[in-house]
């Protein structure tokens, strides 16, 4: 039997293991049928050959190929978010009322679904890629324009704190998504849910809308990141540039919204490590008998911890080694650390992209039609709203080499390509500082090492057996 038909007859052998399925979207078992070490290599040398391409091109011609280019007049939305916004938080509360009411079953409740599979996985990528979503459906600002427009905030928020609470707020919705024993339980998931918009709600109103969301609603902070990262922008004019172009207007951030750059990469990468054998070895469980998620609640979030604390170590080294070489053989003139740091941490979020939505895929192929077959009967009463109650969820495009393959290089092709999107924004970055080709390369030389090391290891994440 040749390794693929072993691998493809794991698979098989896996869909067929009766399991409680769980709507959180890391929930995956699928090994990838190419050959591990061809593709990984193969990523490995694209990326590697785009760092040496990319060394070597002009800083005028990058300068030229990232300036955004006028397509349209400018496009003024008026209170449209403003509507839709309120529309989105009556649903809001209407899938809370779902929650709490419909069935117990995850897989089959209306709330776990849109959270974790419409809005996590969905929401994340349309933001980086297509458009700022989040503008027109958080829950949030519509309510707070009717309400408390006009009104002076009672209360000044501390400027010394900036996006310090957002950073911290986002870290404790890391843990909970990855850590906690039910993240997708109905009742639970409600709670939870109500109690932050209550907190953000009560925070608006108290410090102001547009204040609190910059500095402390920490999914506003999110998307307000990911979403530099799209290439069509609508402003004061409508422009298009390749992807990233108008992330450099950001750099250099905050040091809260440069770490906070840092935790989204590292949060979706450990959620996948925390699945594969060899970090279930590392805890000492037996990923053939996983005993179920309360076993592994401080691993996981000691692990995401401390996961953060080694990768922001790592990319804050590499940046520190770079500045050296490159002040002492490039003729660069000295820079300080933090300037550096701040401003390179926005080339981190392509990355941070590109493997959301390879970790989360092929679950969102599955999950997505759990999500249509209950639209058609939200509270499992035997409706068939739209005809949608006749749908049957199906996993067969997982049994086939032909339909798995495509997805797999698609998995494989948005690591490679964000990775050489984060390269190519690095180096453009890097002649803010050096104006030499060599203080160029030098500045960037161990952030290349590590940025071809990540490659390799998200790679090894997606190939990877997994035991939870």
């Not at 309360?294 to 996961?307: Q, T």
Request: with cysteine.
């Amino acid at each position: 039997m040749t390794g693929n038909s072993k691998c493809l007859l794991g698979v098989v052998f896996g869909l067929s293991m009766p399991a409680m399925a769980l709507a959180h979207p890391a929930e995956q078992a699928l090994v990838l049928l190419l050959p591990t070490e061809l593709y990984t290599l193969g990523g490995t040398l694209a990326v590697f050959a785009s760092i040496i391409l990319i060394s070597f091109t002009p800083r005028n011609a990058l300068a030229r190929l990232y300036r955004g280019f006028r397509i349209g007049p400018s496009f003024d939305a008026g209170i449209a978010p403003q509507v839709t916004s309120l529309l989105c938080t009556v649903l809001f509360f209407a899938l809370l009322y779902v929650g709490v009411n419909g069935p117990n079953d995850p897989q089959s409740n209306l709330l776990p679904q849109v959270i974790w599979t419409g809005w996590w996985v969905g929401l994340f990528v349309v933001q980086g890629v297509l458009g700022d979503l989040w503008r027109w459906v958080n829950p949030w600002s519509g309510l707070c324009a009717v309400l408390l427009d006009g009104n002076t905030p009672l209360l000044r928020y501390p400027a010394r704190l900036g996006a310090w609470p957002a950073l911290a707020v986002f870290i404790l919705f890391q843990i909970f998504l990855l850590a906690d024993v039910a993240p997708s339980d109905p009742d639970r998931l409600a709670t939870i849910a109500l109690v932050y918009w209550v907190f953000t709600f009560g925070g608006m109103a108290l410090f102001g809308r547009a204040v609190w969301a910059r500095n402390v609603e920490c999914f506003s902070v999110l998307f307000s990141l990911i979403a530099s990262l799209r290439p069509v922008h609508f402003g004061a004019q409508v422009k298009v540039g390749i992807a990233g172009w108008a992330s450099f207007a950001l750099a250099p951030l905050d040091v809260a919204r440069a770490l906070f750059c840092l935790t989204i990469l590292v949060s979706g990468s450990f959620d996948g490590l925390r699945e594969t054998f060899w970090w279930l070895g590392q805890i000492g469980i037996n990923p053939l008998e996983f005993p179920g998620r309360s076993a592994v609640v401080w691993s996981s979030a000691l692990g995401l911890i401390a996961a953060n604390i080694t990768v922001i170590c790592l990319y804050g080294g590499a940046i520190w080694a770079g500045l050296r070489i490159a002040t002492r053989f490039g003729s660069m003139p000295p820079v300080s650390f933090s300037q550096a740091f701040r401003t390179y941490a926005i080339t981190i979020l392509p990355i941070a992209l590109g493997y959301h939505f390879a970790h989360y895929f092929v679950s969102f192929l599955v999950q997505s039609q759990y999500l249509a077959a209950i639209l058609g009967d939200p509270l499992a009463r035997g409706w068939n709203l739209f005809g949608l109650g006749e749908l049957r969820v199906t996993t067969g495009f997982l049994n086939s080499t032909e339909t798995v393959k495509p997805i797999l290089l698609a998995n494989v092709a948005a690591v490679v390509i964000s990775h050489i999107i984060s390269i190519a924004m690095a180096h453009h970055l890097s002649g803010r500082f050096a104006k030499t080709r060599k203080g160029l390369i030098l500045i960037q030389l161990f952030l290349s090492i590590l940025m071809i090391f990540y490659t390799i290891f998200g790679l090894w994440l997606l190939s990877t057996p997994r035991g939870a």
